[in-house]
């Protein structure tokens, strides 16, 4: 699996936590709002002028999310972050330590 569709799969589970969690939805399930998120993550991400060497968003020099989505989406990893660790053990391990490790051994990512 490349890093853009490793991205989708852990932004895709960070929705769906968010869902569930605030928005009594059925695991796996999204409310209309949280699906037209996650398709424009997914859009922002196909777009990624970054491809495969993209950084975590949070390390990303370039803000290509619109106003209104960006505060959303950072609401959603804020809240989803920490408790993916619980519900996807593995996705949590490989985005902090792209996040922490990678970054550093490739500066012209920063």
């Known amino acids: ?22 928005h009594k939805r059925k695991r796996g399930e999204l409310c209309p709002e949280c699906e037209k998120l996650l398709l424009y993550a997914f859009k922002r991400l196909e777009l990624c002028p970054f491809g495969e060497d993209k ?3 949070k390390k990303c020099p370039v803000h290509c999310y619109l106003p209104e989505y960006r505060e959303k989406i950072k609401q959603v990893m804020r809240f989803s972050g920490p408790r993916l660790l619980i519900y996807s053990p593995l996705d949590w391990i490989v985005h902090e330590f ?13």
């Not at 490790?101 to 990512?109: D, E, Q």
């Open 1 to 22: 699996m490349g890093a853009i569709e490793r991205e989708k799969e852990t932004i895709r589970k960070m929705v769906e936590i968010y869902c569930w969690k605030k």
């Open 55 to 57: 950084p975590t968003c």
């Open 98 to 110: 792209k996040e922490k490790v990678f970054m550093k051994l490739n500066p012209s990512n920063r």
